[in-house]
T-cell receptor
Framework: DADVTQTPRNRITKTGKRIMLECSQTKGHDRMYWYRQDPGLGLRLIYY???????NKGEISDGYSVSRQAQAKFSLSLESAIPNQTALYFC?????????????FGPGTRLTVL | AQSVTQLDSQVPVFEEAPVELRCNYS??????LFWYVQYPNQGLQLLLK??????LVESINGFEAEFNKSQTSFHLRKPSVHISDTAEYFCAVRLLTGGGNKLTFGTGTQLKVEL
C-alpha cells in the first residue's frame, strides 16, 4: 500500500465550483505540504503544516485553503475554481525526527477547471 | 530568498552515453541540496541529497552529483544512461537555518534517453 495517498487522482470541474483534494499518509510524519506542478514552472508550494495546529502559507496560497484534520490528513480546497488552477497537485510529507530533509510525495491529482 | 535554476528544460541523449543535468542555486545562507526524479505519471522520488561531508554524493542507480560551493552548483551526472532513466529531474534547495523544511524547486529537466 502507498504511504501517501491522494484522492481523487483525476478531477474535471467547472469554473466557480468548490472542490476539495484530499491527502492521507500512513508514515506517521508530522509535516505535510501541498504543491502544484505546471509545465515549465516546476513545483510551487501552496501551503504547509508542521502539525495539526500549525498551518502556513506557501508562495502561491491565493485562491486556496487547507485543513489539517488529523496528523495523517491534510486537505486542499479551492473555494471557487478558476481555469488557471488547472494543474497537477502533489501532497508531500516529512518527519522532524528524521531532520525533515526528505519529503515523500503522493502520486498526484490532475485537476482540470473548465 | 533562495532560488534554483535548471537551464536545460530538455536533454536528449542516446542510451549508454554520459549525461549531465545542470543545477545552480542562489541563497544568502547555507543550503541543503536535493535531486528528485519523476517518472511518467508518478510522484517525485528522492534521487540523492547533499547535507554535509563529502561534496560528491551518489545514488543507488548510478547517478552522482557534486556540490560546488564556489560555483553554487549541484550538477547531476551519469556516465552511461539507460532507457529506464527517461524521466523529469528536479533540483531543490532547503535552507540550513530558518525557512522550516520548505523546499524550493527548479523548473525541471526532461531527460529523454533514445536507442
Amino acid at each position: 500500500d502507498a504511504d501517501v495517498t491522494q484522492t481523487p487522482r483525476n478531477r474535471i470541474t467547472k469554473t466557480g465550483k468548490r472542490i476539495m483534494l484530499e491527502c492521507s499518509q500512513t508514515k506517521g510524519h508530522d509535516r505535510m505540504y501541498w504543491y502544484r506542478q505546471d509545465p515549465g514552472l516546476g513545483l510551487r508550494l501552496i501551503y504547509y503544516s508542521f502539525d495539526v495546529k500549525d498551518i502556513n502559507k506557501g508562495e502561491i496560497s491565493d485562491g486556496y485553503s487547507v485543513s489539517r484534520q488529523a496528523q495523517a490528513k491534510f486537505s486542499l480546497s479551492l473555494e471557487s475554481a478558476i481555469p488557471n488552477q488547472t494543474a497537477l497537485y502533489f501532497c508531500a510529507t516529512s518527519d522532524f525526527r528524521l531532520g525533515g530533509n526528505e519529503q515523500f510525495f503522493g502520486p498526484g491529482t490532475r485537476l482540470t477547471v473548465l | 530568498a533562495q532560488s534554483v535554476t535548471q537551464l536545460d528544460s530538455q536533454v536528449p541523449v542516446f542510451e549508454e552515453a554520459p549525461v549531465e543535468l545542470r543545477c545552480n542555486y542562489s541563497s544568502s545562507v547555507s543550503v541543503y541540496l536535493f535531486w528528485y526524479v519523476q517518472y511518467p505519471n508518478q510522484g517525485l522520488q528522492l534521487l540523492l541529497k547533499y547535507l554535509s561531508g563529502s561534496t560528491l554524493v551518489e545514488s543507488i542507480n548510478g547517478f552522482e552529483a557534486e556540490f560546488n560551493k564556489s560555483q553554487t552548483s549541484f550538477h547531476l551526472r551519469k556516465p552511461s544512461v539507460h532507457i529506464s532513466d527517461t524521466a523529469e529531474y528536479f533540483c531543490a534547495v532547503r535552507l540550513l537555518t530558518g525557512g522550516g523544511n520548505k523546499l524550493t524547486f527548479g523548473t525541471g529537466t526532461q531527460l529523454k534517453v533514445e536507442l
